[in-house]
Nanobody, 116 residues
Framework: QVQLVESGGGLVQPGGSLRLSCAAS????????LNWYRQGPGKERELVAT????????NYANSVKGRFTISRDNAKNTVYLQMNSLKPEDATVYYC?????????WGQGTQVTVSS
């Protein structure tokens, strides 16, 4: 059974930082690329960042490039999203995602709030 469990969300002031974590189980973690998405109320889910199976390649949405960093620890079956210089428009629910066997797998999401 594939499980993705996000953590690390919370309340932060504009300009602050948070690190999200996603602990994975139930599949061969090191074999697949992983993604972070976010989705606000009434909005489509947005792909924020992607990391290759080995961690050698990453891609980011233009809106977060230079501020967010995705990384992974294949020994711990965990993917991370380091978020710096947070803006109010970054506030939403963030989801960990894996795609394989023609299916998407999602975590339950973690809420990020950016407010002074």
């Amino acid at each position: 059974q594939v499980q993705l469990v996000e953590s690390g969300g919370g309340l932060v002031q504009p300009g602050g930082s948070l690190r999200l974590s996603c602990a994975a189980s139930g599949f061969t973690f090191s074999a697949y690329a992983l993604n972070w998405y976010r989705q606000g109320p009434g909005k489509e889910r947005e792909l924020v960042a992607t990391i290759s199976s080995t961690g050698d390649s990453t891609n980011y949405a233009n809106s977060v490039k230079g501020r967010f960093t995705i990384s992974r620890d294949n020994a711990k079956n965990t993917v991370y999203l380091q978020m710096n210089s947070l803006k109010p428009e970054d506030a939403t629910v963030y989801y960990c995602n894996a795609r394989f066997n023609a299916r998407h797998y999602w975590g339950q999401g973690t809420q990020v709030t950016v407010s002074s």
